[in-house]
């Protein structure tokens, strides 16, 4: 088997991604600003700049800030920001399908930052804890089995070949919460097409359940950020249980 896996790994090889994995430090002294971080607080370019939940009028949790120009890789200016509403007594992310991307459950903006973030705490939500992302972890990441159709790979690799290197984790997608790299899906292939062009989006951020945000998507599902290459402001965000 050895041989053989050896084999699928030279034939996946020409498809393989560098995953970044945050490294993270609690910050205690959480504030608006422009750092990287999982939770916490925003950068706000003015008091009114955090997002609100249209079905439950509270503020949305922050999971996600990148500072485009931290990044080890496709480095840009602006800071991406994903906000999710975790209200489940109003049952927000049922009502407003907050598992499809572009819904009104959660919001996606890459903004600009020029001077010092407004300072607001809201009241009607309890703030995750910060997470600052203070380095990355670069690793080989390799194409879901779903997308092996598409990539011309079903018929060079064996099912029980496959089935081997699943369950031992070789040559698969990284789970957990990833920067870049091949999305791990727990159903089918689902990147979002841009609204406009039509083109289909690619992985920005993976944002799996519980692992730096304490939040479950469904039963253990896993989450993306995805962005066009057509448009650097279209972003969205979906997930998925198995």
Not at 35 to 56: A, F
Not at 83 to 95: D, I, L, V
Request: net charge negative; hydrophobic share 30%.
């Amino acid at each position: 088997m050895k041989d053989q896996v050896k084999q699928a790994l030279d034939i996946l090889a020409k498809h393989k991604r560098v995953a970044y994995i945050p490294q993270v430090e609690e910050n205690n002294t959480a504030q608006n600003d422009t750092q990287s971080k999982l939770g916490g607080l925003p950068y706000l370019r003015h008091e009114n700049d955090w997002p609100t939940c249209p079905n439950c009028k509270q503020h949305l949790q922050l999971f996600l800030q990148l500072n485009l120009k931290t990044i080890p890789e496709k480095a840009s200016d602006g800071l991406v920001q994903v906000f999710y509403c975790t209200n489940h007594e109003k049952e927000c992310e049922t009502e407003l399908e907050g598992f499809f991307p572009f819904s009104e459950a959660h919001c996606c903006r890459l903004i600009r930052s020029k001077e010092k973030s407004s300072q607001f705490i809201p009241g009607d939500i309890e703030i995750f804890k910060e997470k600052i992302i203070k380095g990355w972890e670069a690793k080989d990441d390799y194409p879901h089995y779903e997308e092996w159709f598409d990539l011309g790979l079903e018929d060079e690799i064996d099912d029980d070949v496959f089935e081997y290197m699943e369950e031992n984790e070789i040559g698969t997608p990284l789970q957990g919460d990833k920067l870049f790299g091949w999305p791990y899906w727990v159903q089918s292939v689902e990147y979002p097409n841009d609204r406009e062009t039509g083109s289909l989006m690619g992985l920005l951020f993976q944002l799996d359940s519980e692992d730096h945000i304490p939040f479950m998507f469904g039963d253990m599902g896993t989450g993306h950020v995805t962005q066009s290459p057509d448009n650097e402001n279209e972003l969205a965000f979906g997930w998925a249980c198995g």
